[in-house]
């Protein structure tokens, strides 16, 4: 169960990392903990915990003397999967889930193909398991069970790879999959295709077929890559 405490902490997390990463705390701009507490309510202690978990992100960074200040976006932990999904909650949703998907095309590929050579038997159950569940909920808006099955997908196809750095990706993907998903950025049934590509997918990662695998995922990296061109230019 929540305790109040730690839900006024995620309240202000939640708007000092929205405001951030919209731009409307601009670099440079210095945060100070008494004006925090009384904005919000909250104790110092409470802002302080926040301030920690922004500056593990690289949001802001505090100095002596100066007090709390917002980092520009350069510096910002890109790969961290909150400040993924406040990035996807503003105004430069398109341009993030556009630069996301790129990420993904590079890497899952790869990874693919590394999952086709190196899957165990377990996994290429688990991934037809998901690849059958993605198709189960692919017709009648049943947008959040496709999700799940979608991510727990990608996962098990970055784990299997086997490859310890693709696999630090899967909450990265997830956070992708899941902003298209809930900011709308997807059709009311995911595209026929697409499923169809997936499901080939487990069958060329079970058959060990490295190069199909490979192929399989770069026309899925396309495909998604032509829904954004279409819902969110």
């Given amino acids: 169960m929540t305790t109040p405490a730690r839900g006024l902490h995620t309240h202000v997390l939640d708007a000092l990392g929205l405001e951030i990463t919209a731009g409307d705390c601009p670099p440079g701009r210095v945060l100070r903990t008494d004006e925090l507490a009384q904005r919000f309510d909250v104790s110092r202690t409470v802002v302080r915990e926040v301030i920690r978990v922004l500056e593990s992100m690289h949001l802001v960074e505090s100095r ?29 949703r398109p341009r993030q889930l556009r630069s996301l998907t790129v990420l993904r095309s590079a890497v899952e590929p790869v ?34 069970g496709y999700l799940r099955h979608d991510i727990a997908f990608h996962r098990i196809v970055l784990n299997a790879s086997g490859n310890e750095m693709f696999a630090r990706l899967g909450d990265v993907v997830a956070e992708v999959l ?44 396309v495909g998604a890559l032509h829904e954004l061109d279409v819902l969110a230019p």
């Fill in 111 to 144: 990874a693919a193909g590394l999952a086709a050579r190196h899957a165990t038997a377990e996994q290429c159950a688990a991934l037809t398991e998901c690849a059958l569940g993605m198709v189960a909920t692919s017709r009648g808006q049943q947008l959040e």
């Fill in 64 to 92: 002596r003397r100066v007090g709390v200040t917002v980092r520009p976006a350069e510096e910002w932990n890109v790969y961290d999967p909150q400040v993924i999904r406040w990035r996807l909650a503003g105004s430069d």
């Fill in 178 to 221: 899941a902003g298209r998903t809930h900011h709308q950025v997807m059709f009311e049934d995911p595209d026929p295709a697409a499923v169809t590509l997936h499901v080939r997918l487990a069958e060329a990662v079970r058959e060990g077929d490295a190069e199909e695998a490979e192929r399989l995922t770069e026309e899925i990296a």
